[in-house]
């Protein structure tokens, strides 16, 4: 179809260049006319006409025929052909003619100028064959897919109620530094243990009763503020059973320490350990040097039995002397303390530094052996342990004020009223009640003595020898009472400063204090100067003296014996101290007959 329509329009073309050639003719439309209908073709001219009018063709007639045409001259149809542009009487009415100037021909006024020929287009290169694209293969097809489950609905959420605003929080003060902690101060002891051949040295004490028993003296005598926390063995204990140290008391044991332990004074305590077959006293015996503080080592001898756990309130009384401290004195004096008798030393079993109290009542075994209570506000006084835990009330005369007073037995801060009379004398006031450090001590117990240790307020003075006295007053019975209770009053010696005792209650007590004029009593007489003596090895004797001495050998000086008090028949004299029936008030003898340190 589009070949036969492309020859078409080149035969009217064709065409047109030819009757421009003879006539001057313009091209036309291949369009038909609008003004001629198509049901009314232009009537075909005669075939005679046609072949006139094709003469002067150049002979190309042929060419101008399209291809598949049957040669007849037909005209497509809707355009003129020549023959009727040459004859105006073949022009039919309808078409309007007009005449070209210098033609006598009548042309269709719609033919428009020839188009010119278009320049023909390189042919188009062969494209090279495409490769033949490889068949895909078919894609398995996928496993179903196993239905899903429908998911619960979600039950809504309920709305969260709106949360308060939380308050600003106070800057917080910064933290104070922590001051730094003072390293562990220990004290070096060396432990000697004699005894004589073929005796075992452990059946006077194991290493590991040693080890208990300096545990708990250390307890007794430690001080963070001045002294030490623990003792430290040097080395370890030496045990001797070839009976060199035996034999000599004291200064026999002395001297052996001293070949044994070379170079170990001052720095070190040296502890000699014996039983009785070695020292030849009883268990609870013990001397010791004196010293003038925790600086100072010094010797303590102590017969022990470990075995039976006594030997503790022995050891820990001689230590004490290597330290300074003297002994627990009572001074008993009438009921209003003004006229007083000579203390009796040791009575005071507050203590450790009394004597070692041990009897037997209707088969019962009552001991301090077995506790080491607090040492008492004058020698903790001495040794500093106080560290500044007391008060000393600043009154004018007439003037009075409520103290709450700690018990010596605990870590109050306020454990002692320290009084200083006008020569110079330091007097206490402190109170036991069988707490803390005292629990299980001797006056504790419940049982009825004569002097009557109790709970209680008590009166104390440091001695010069750095020994104390305890004041006791006559009390109802013929008994001797050592502390006051709630409700009593009593004036201090030598200061006119009056005491009232008001509610004891468990580790204090109130105190009232009120101010006196100084001097108001009549003092104490002042204990004369304690001779200074020197001794050597060979001189060594026990004695109840408490001597100061200066050692001029490795062995030191000898101070004192502690002395242990048995409940025996007949009656003891009034002056003594008497253990009371607490069924029958009656008293239960102590005689001197059978005195032996206890410890």
């Not at 009548?106 to 090279?128: F, G, H």
Request: charged fraction near 20%.
């Amino acid at each position: 179809m589009k070949r036969s329509s492309k020859n078409t329009f080149t035969l009217i073309a064709a065409a047109c260049i030819s009757t421009i050639a003879l006539t001057g003719c313009t091209q036309t439309s291949s369009t038909p006319d609008p003004d001629v209908s198509p049901k009314q073709p232009a009537p075909a001219a005669p075939a005679k006409e046609k072949s006139k009018s094709q003469a002067p063709s150049s002979g190309k007639a042929s060419d101008n025929t399209p291809q598949g045409d049957t040669g007849s001259g037909a005209v497509p149809v809707g355009v003129p052909s020549l023959a009727t542009w040459s004859n105006p009487a073949a022009v039919p009415p309808t078409v309007p003619t007009t005449r070209v100037p210098g033609n006598t021909q009548l042309v269709p006024p719609a033919l428009k100028p020839p188009v010119k020929p278009v320049k023909p287009t390189d042919p188009v290169k062969p494209t090279d064959p495409v490769d033949p694209v490889d068949p895909v293969d078919p894609v398995d097809p996928a496993d179903p897919v196993d239905p899903v489950d429908p998911v619960d609905p979600v039950d809504p959420v309920d709305p969260v109620d709106p949360v308060d605003p939380v308050d600003p929080v106070d800057p917080v003060d910064p933290v104070d530094p922590t001051d730094p902690v003072d390293p562990v101060v220990t004290k070096k002891v060396s432990v000697v243990v004699f005894t004589k051949p073929g005796v075992d040295t452990n059946a006077v004490a194991t290493d590991a009763q040693i080890d208990e028993m300096l545990a708990k003296i250390a307890s007794l005598y430690a001080d963070a503020g001045s002294g030490f926390q623990a003792y430290e063995l040097h080395g370890v204990v030496i045990r001797d059973s070839t009976g060199s140290g035996c034999g000599g008391g004291y200064g026999g044991a002395a001297q052996a320490a001293s070949a044994l332990l070379p170079g170990r004074l001052p720095t070190d305590q040296i502890i000699m350990l014996t039983d009785p077959s070695c020292s030849g006293s009883s268990v609870g015996n013990g001397v010791a040097s004196v010293g003038t503080g925790f600086q100072n080592g010094g010797w303590a001898w102590a017969t022990i039995d470990g075995a039976a756990g006594r030997g503790l309130h022995a050891l820990a009384h001689e230590m004490g002397h290597n330290y300074g401290i003297g002994h627990s004195n009572l001074k008993k004096c009438d009921a209003e303390l003004k006229n007083c008798a000579e203390a009796l030393e040791y009575y005071d079993i507050y203590d450790p530094m009394s004597l070692g109290w041990r009897y037997s009542y209707n088969g019962t075994v009552i001991s301090n052996d077995k506790t080491l209570e607090a040492l008492n506000a004058g020698h903790q006084w001495k040794l500093n342990k106080l560290s500044g835990d007391y008060v000393k009330p600043d009154l004018k005369a007439g003037e009075s004020r409520e103290f709450t007073l700690q018990a010596i037995s605990g870590d109050g801060d306020t454990r002692a009223i320290v009084f200083e009379t006008g020569d110079g004398r330091k007097i206490f006031l402190e109170y036991r009640d069988g707490s803390g450090r005292d629990s299980g001590a001797l006056y504790a117990d419940g049982q009825k003595y004569n002097p009557d240790f109790e709970f209680g307020v008590r009166l104390i003075e440091l001695k010069a020898d750095g020994s104390t006295e305890a004041f006791a007053r006559s009390g109802a019975n013929g008994k001797d009472d050592t502390t006051w209770s709630t409700g009593e009053s009593f004036t201090i010696p030598g200061t006119g400063t009056v005491i009232t005792v008001g509610a004891m209650g468990s580790g204090e007590v109130k105190v009232t204090v009120a101010a006196g004029l100084q001097g108001r009593a009549t003092a104490p007489e002042a204990v004369p100067a304690v001779p200074q003596d020197e001794v050597t090895a060979d001189e060594s004797v026990a004695t109840d003296d408490f001597v100061n001495v200066e050692v001029n050998s490795p062995a030191p000086a000898v101070t004192d014996e502690v002395v242990q008090v048995e409940i025996v028949e007949p009656p003891a004299p009034a002056e003594e101290p008497v253990v009371v029936d607490p069924a029958t008030e009656d008293a239960v003898t102590v005689l001197e007959a059978e005195v032996e340190p206890v410890l």
